[in-house]
């Protein structure tokens, strides 16, 4: 069983960053793909980004079109942590952002997981 703990969410205006935190518990956190979504009110949860675990020290990561460019995936193993860096915010980025562990089909960019968090606000003001 894994637990996820998102944090870092908030009201950032238009044009500003903002860092999204999931901490997980459990051991085996290096050998599981990550990712997080995205839910909009009223609308589907949809994918934003995932990474790999680590093969030949690389990690592969995968995007949204939405937000290639502006939005950064990033794992630290030794804190059982994956990171969301999101520069260059839009008023449409605004989401309950989740994370979500052990994922198949990354590459797919619609990857399905076995664990999620319990999400964080994210808004963005124009």
């Known amino acids: 069983q894994v637990q996820l703990v998102e944090s870092g969410g908030g009201l950032v205006q238009a044009g500003g960053s903002l860092r999204l935190s999931c901490a997980a518990s459990?051991?085996?956190?290096?050998?599981?793909?990550m990712a997080w979504f995205r839910q909009a009110p009223g609308k589907e949860r949809d994918f934003v980004a995932t990474i790999s675990w680590e093969s030949d020290n690389t990690f592969y990561t995968f995007y949204t079109d939405s937000v290639k460019g502006r939005f950064a995936i990033s794992r630290d193993n030794a804190k059982n942590t994956v990171y969301l860096q999101m520069n260059t915010v839009k008023p449409e980025d605004t989401a309950v952002y989740y994370c979500?562990?052990?994922?198949?089909?990354?590459?797919?960019?619609?990857?399905?997981?076995?664990?999620w968090g319990q999400g964080t606000q994210v808004t963005v003001s124009s």
């Open positions: 979500a562990a052990k994922c198949y089909g990354i590459s797919t960019m619609a990857p399905r997981c076995d664990y």
């Open positions: 459990g051991r085996t956190f290096e050998n599981y793909a």
